[in-house]
């Protein structure tokens, strides 16, 4: 009985955003809510701090990381002084995988979590392994032998991550990266929108969307497909720019980003626009506690968040139960 009605429930979560409601009574047809009728040329949405019709913010989007992907990677250390890379290795600590896990990184661009997560597993296996060695009075040197003999081959190749991003280029690059680094191993990189992913109800242990949330026209769309693909106990996590908490910091983080992030954008990648498109979007996103309300009103439990470098990114993270 708790079982059928945990399914209608799901049922439910998951069909809402598909314009269909679930009732004990059976399953119904009703109009699409976003709209009050009106399309997406109709709609209105915001690109940085322009408005722009929904239909339209998509494709601004897509131009934006089509530009900047050759230069993505070294803009990245130049506008944060190398400090993205910290941020990224705090979510992979939070995050803690182990060996086996199945990581899908939405909006993954050059595939820098994706390269943390299957190190960080491989290193815990190995870790593992050695453990199990120094401990395991009753392993026999056969098996000894085996567990040092799996640990290139096994490792990396348990864990699976998938790079899904909606722009070939972003992809492109993260590819020719990976190549470069030698990260083959249980490594798949699919074009997807994070609005409508090309993936199975209940297939990742862990679902990450780095710096790419506020890209996305519609942010409850892209949570509701989340929880979808997330197997039952599956863990989502967002790390994006957020809200500086500290009145200080907030100013010299505005007067820095306003003043030197489009330059450098132009010196570097000779592309102001799309830099300045960044730091306006940056303000655009929700507080910490609004996004923390979406997470939860998409159906996620236990949601958390951590500020990290004093608000300027926050760690979301949520469980599908
Ligand atoms: C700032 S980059 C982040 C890349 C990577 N996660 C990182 O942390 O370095 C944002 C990425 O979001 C992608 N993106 C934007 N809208 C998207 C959508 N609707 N679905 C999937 N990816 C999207 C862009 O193509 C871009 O690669």
Redesign the pocket.
């Known amino acids: 009985m708790a079982a059928s009605v945990r399914l209608l429930v799901r049922q439910a979560i998951r069909l809402s955003h598909r314009n269909i409601t679930v009732t004990a009574a059976g399953v119904s047809a009703r109009p699409p809510c976003r709209c009050f009728s009106e399309s997406a040329e109709e709609r209105s949405t915001h690109f940085g701090f322009e408005t722009v019709p929904e239909a339209e913010k998509?494709k601004r989007?897509?131009k934006v990381?089509e530009n900047v992907a050759q230069k993505?990677d070294i803009m990245?250390d130049a506008m944060s002084l190398g400090i993205?890379r910290l941020w990224?290795d705090m979510l992979l600590h939070a995050m803690h995988p182990q060996p086996g896990a199945r990581l899908l990184?939405?909006?993954?661009?050059?595939g820098?979590?994706s390269f943390r997560f299957l190190e960080y597993v491989r290193s815990q296996r190995e870790r593992q392994q050695r453990r199990a060695v120094r401990f395991g009075q009753t392993l026999s040197w056969q098996d000894i032998s085996n567990s040092y003999s799996t640990i290139e081959t096994d490792g990396p190749r348990e864990s699976t991550a998938v790079v899904?991003?909606?722009?070939k280029e972003?992809l492109k690059v993260g590819k020719e990266k990976a190549e470069s680094l030698g990260i083959i191993a249980g490594l798949s990189w699919v074009v997807?929108?994070?609005?409508e992913l090309p993936f199975d109800d209940d297939q990742f242990d862990i679902y990450t969307?780095?710096?790419?949330i506020r890209?996305?026209?519609h942010i409850d769309q892209?949570l509701q497909e989340a929880l979808r693909v997330l197997k039952p106990g599956g863990r989502f996590m967002c790390?994006e720019f957020s809200k500086v908490t500290n009145p200080l910091l907030a100013r010299l983080y505005d007067a820095y980003s306003f003043q030197m992030i489009p330059v450098l954008g132009e010196v570097i990648a000779g592309d102001w626009k799309s830099y300045q498109y960044l730091v306006e979007s940056i303000r655009k996103f929700p507080s910490q506690e609004e996004f923390k309300s979406m997470i939860e009103d998409a159906g996620f439990y236990c949601v958390q968040y951590y500020n990290f470098t004093g608000g300027v990114v926050a760690l979301h993270s949520g469980f599908k139960l």
């Not at 990184?105 to 050059?110: K, L, M, N, Q, Y």
């Not at 899904?164 to 722009?167: K, L, M, Y």
């Open positions: 998509a989007v897509y990381f993505y990245n993205h990224k990184d939405v909006a993954g661009g050059t820098d979590i899904c991003d909606i722009n972003m997807g929108d994070a609005e969307i780095a710096f790419g890209n996305v026209t892209a790390l």
